[in-house]
């Protein structure tokens, strides 16, 4: 099936169980990204993400903690949409240049303690969750707590099912993200 097959969704065409989240975004974004409007022809997938989304978020972890996990699955899952999101986002944050572009480019961060979130994620990813002992102390060794640990699988499930949703929609960037491709 190709990936037209996705429509780009607005706040009128989508199901009905797919608008409250559609408007969230829209007005929170100032806009509906057509990777939204795409995901909104499963209600369930959109407000599935919203939610894990949401929940990632109230997490212990910091915001710049938690950007590093969404750009480490964004290029580890190669989603261009999530890359230019993040990007934008880490912009946002006043996050240094040189972080963003390592992120961007998969290669250490020169923060120590975000390289072990980067690190982190990769090795509960590459073990599908089974991480030794000697990952946990490598990454609480840089200030996180073992609930951040389980925190981060949080993160993976959501970018996960972000990342996947927006590759198999082919969903473009566009609006004002396009200026972070």
């Known amino acids: 099936m190709p990936a037209t097959a996705f429509p780009d969704h607005t706040l009128e065409s989508a199901p009905a169980a797919a608008r409250p989240g559609l408007a969230a975004i829209a007005g929170k974004q100032g806009f509906l990204p057509a990777a939204a409007g795409r995901m909104a022809t499963s209600p369930e997938v959109l407000n599935g993400f919203l ?7 109230s997490t212990t972890l910091d ?19 999530c890359v230019a999101m ?7 944050l006043d996050a240094a240049p040189a972080l963003v572009a390592a ?6 961060l020169p923060d120590g303690r975000l390289e072990a979130m980067r ?9 599908h969750g089974a991480v030794d002992g000697t990952a946990i102390e490598a990454f609480t060794a840089h200030g996180y707590t073992t609930r951040n640990a389980l925190e981060v ?15 198999m929609t082919a969903a473009p960037v566009d609006g004002p993200l396009a200026r972070f491709a």
């Open 63 to 81: 915001k710049l903690s938690r950007e590093v996990l969404s750009m480490t699955m964004a290029t580890r899952n190669d989603c261009h949409v």
């Open 119 to 127: 690190q982190f994620t990769l090795a509960v990813l590459a073990a």
């Open 103 to 108: 992120l961007r480019e998969g290669t250490p």
């Open 153 to 167: 699988t949080l993160g993976i499930a959501a970018y996960t099912l972000s990342t996947f949703a927006n590759r």
């Open 51 to 57: 939610r894990m989304n949401a929940l990632f978020e």
């Open 86 to 92: 993040h990007t934008g986002i880490l912009t946002a």
